[in-house]
């Protein structure tokens, strides 16, 4: 006995949005369409297009002669699990978690049999169900937008064994949310920006790909690539990177495009225009840039490590082979698989832009070079520092000034004043201004080939005060401050040794109380500092070679000169630091620039730092700011 299905006794399964039109007209649901001459295409079975059938029978006729295909693309393994290459949601709803796990088990065409069978076959129609139920009065948000996926794919994997009133009330639900996905807004917050790419972009393309066949879906092609496309060229600043406020984005964004592409490619159709197929490859570059030697994240410590196959289909898809030899460098051939070829040349490592305010300084491609991730788009700068493999440092990297005692509000963001690197050094400083003229300026200096980092606050007052500067950094997880017992350094440690700290404007030994202290508050490195003048410089230099770092260290605070008369701090500062055989001096003006020497060397410029050879008292230049 045939089942009769009615389409318009399932309105309230229909999108609380308003109804999608075209043209002005109503969009037809694709279960009253396909009685209609015209529904199915050339490529459809050849027995449905010569006659109009009942839609319970053109669903059954459709299933047992359409040509089977994979649902994500015939280039992923079958055991692959593309919708949790990122996390979408942190929790999927339970009857979400429902689709995916039998979409899990759908994916072989022999594991797809056992769903026609009694027990299977109830189990998938009541996840359906309950899930269309769940559904019809849901908020369009990335929750929603992930069940609507696993039911897509899973339409594909198994549609045959589902009844024809079912199958075409999911089709009919999954076509509405498609066509009345939210209009683009680049300005939404992030969870309605991956929600709109996800309903207006990725579901669409999908439909149209496991449902090829049909007219209506085939047609939702072009508007999903269009808003791909407006995505992938409007959120990034025209090199691949997204804003720092929204670097939380960048892997389940990278994962939905990445799913369209292959998608795409199995049909041999472009899912992106010109201009955001190049967002892509270049944002597939970015991602690798702000990879962590675990594979997680930088500057997001919970995140996961890349799914082998996730980052093959992405490199595939971009077919650069300098990402390949940088991501096999990195995460070695257990992520990157043997038949993806290589260059054997690397791109370039570090990269900042101000318009993403985010900026990574890195030494490297490999898993033990040092990397520095700065995020400075939000209230406080966060930084996070690997070296040898290990997290060191990771957090806000928060401040307090305080001027004859009372502290100093912020009057602005954090802006980048100077950005270079060459191939002894990354560098950048940044600028805040603070209430009444006062302000802060921030170094962060990775030394490419002598494995340290400099990060330095100098604070300016304006007038002369009591100038008060704090700044905190939290550690790495299973990081230790180690402070020594006589001396104002300590060791970072895991277990063993990691990194040496020191703070180069503090007195080395801890018999002299002037002036501040090196200390740890909870997890976290606390610098604090306090003078009379107008300025304060509240340096901390961080040894990242291990086994440099539990050799004997020392560092002073050199005399600056100028025109034979010795100048204050607020004028200029300048250190000496030696951690085991190596030496370096540091220098900076605090004020106006003038010709002044420290330690032999003369200079006119705002910064400098270089090598010093001990007993010849030779330098080598390592940067230089002229001003």
């Known amino acids: ?7 318009t006794a399932e309105a309230g399964l229909r ?3 308003a109804s999608a039109r075209s043209n002005g007209k109503l969009d037809t649901p694709p279960s009253q369409a396909a009685t209609r001459s015209g529904f199915w295409r050339s490529s459809a079975p050849a027995v449905l297009k010569k006659s109009k059938h009942p839609v319970h029978e053109a669903w059954q006729l459709y299933w047992a002669e359409r040509a089977a295909r994979s649902t994500f693309g015939a280039k992923l393994s079958s055991d692959a699990k593309p919708l949790q290459w990122a996390p979408i949601v942190a929790s999927p709803s339970g009857t979400t978690q429902r689709l995916l796990d039998l979409l899990a088990a759908a994916t072989a065409p022999a594991d797809a049999a056992k769903f026609a069978k009694n027990k299977k076959n109830k189990e998938l129609q009541a996840a359906l169900s309950d899930w269309l139920a769940e559904s019809k009065r849901a908020a369009a948000d990335p929750q929603l937008a992930l069940g609507a996926l696993a039911a897509a794919h899973l339409l594909g994997a ?5 009844p024809a009133e079912l199958g075409w009330k999911l089709v009919d639900f999954l076509t509405d949310l498609a066509r009345h996905a939210q209009a683009w807004n680049p300005e939404a917050a992030d969870a309605q920006v991956l929600a709109q790419q996800l309903l207006a972009g990725e579901l669409p393309l999908t439909l149209s790909y496991i449902l090829d066949e049909m007219k209506p879906l085939h047609a939702l092609r072009a508007a999903a690539r269009e808003r791909l496309s407006e995505g992938l060229v409007e959120l990034h600043n025209g090199e691949g990177l997204l804003h720092g406020q929204r670097l939380g984005l960048l892997r389940p964004l990278l994962a939905s495009w990445t799913r369209c592409a292959t998608i795409a490619a199995a049909d041999k159709q472009r899912p992106f225009t010109a201009e955001g197929t190049r967002q892509y490859r270049h944002l597939v570059r970015n991602a690798l840039r702000w990879t962590a030697p675990t594979g997680a994240e930088i500057l997001r410590p919970t995140s996961d490590a890349w799914q082998p196959d996730f980052l093959h289909a992405a490199l595939q898809l971009t077919g650069k082979k300098k990402d390949v030899a940088a991501a096999r460098e990195l995460l070695g051939k257990k992520f990157v698989a043997k038949d993806l070829d290589e260059s054997g040349k690397t791109p370039e490592a570090p990269y900042q832009c101000d318009w993403a305010r985010l900026a990574l300084l890195r030494t490297g491609w490999s898993s033990e070079n040092e990397v520095v991730g700065v995020d400075y788009s939000g209230d406080n700068v966060r930084l996070e520092a690997w070296a040898e493999g290990r997290r060191l440092l990771g957090g806000d990297w928060t401040t307090e000034s305080l001027i004859d005692g009372v502290p100093v509000a912020a009057d602005g963001d954090w802006e980048e004043t100077c950005w ?6 990354d560098y950048m400083e940044l600028t805040r201004f603070l209430a009444d003229g006062a302000r802060i300026d921030r170094q962060i200096l990775l030394a490419r080939q002598d494995g340290f980092l400099y990060l330095c606050d100098n604070f300016y007052g304006g007038s002369e005060a009591t100038l008060e500067h704090t700044w905190q950094l939290p550690l790495g997880n299973a990081v230790l401050f180690c402070g020594e017992g006589e001396t104002r350094d300590a060791l970072l ?21 002037r002036i501040g202290e090196l200390t740890a508050e909870g997890n976290s490195l606390r610098l604090t500092q306090k003078v009379v003048g107008r300025s304060v410089a509240c340096p901390l230099f961080i040894d990242l070679r291990s086994k440099r770092s539990t050799e004997a260290s020392t560092w002073r605070q050199l005399t600056v000169a100028q025109a034979l008369a010795i100048q204050t701090t607020d004028v200029a500062v300048s250190y000496r630091v030696q951690s085991g055989p190596d030496q370096w001096v540091f220098y900076r003006s605090q004020g106006q620039r003038g010709n002044r020497t420290f330690m032999g060397q003369n200079t006119s410029s705002e910064c400098y730092i270089a090598r010093f050879a001990a007993p010849n008292g030779e330098v080598e230049e390592l940067m230089e700011i002229e001003g």
């Open 420 to 425: 270079f690197n060459d191939v002894d050094v």
């Open 493 to 513: 440690v895991d277990g063993k040794p990691l990194a040496r700290v020191m703070p180069l404007a503090l007195p080395e030994w801890r018999i002299d109380p």
């Open 158 to 162: 198994v549609g045959g064994a589902l």
């Open 1 to 7: 006995m045939s089942t009769t299905f009615d389409p």
């Open 15 to 17: 999108h609380p949005d």
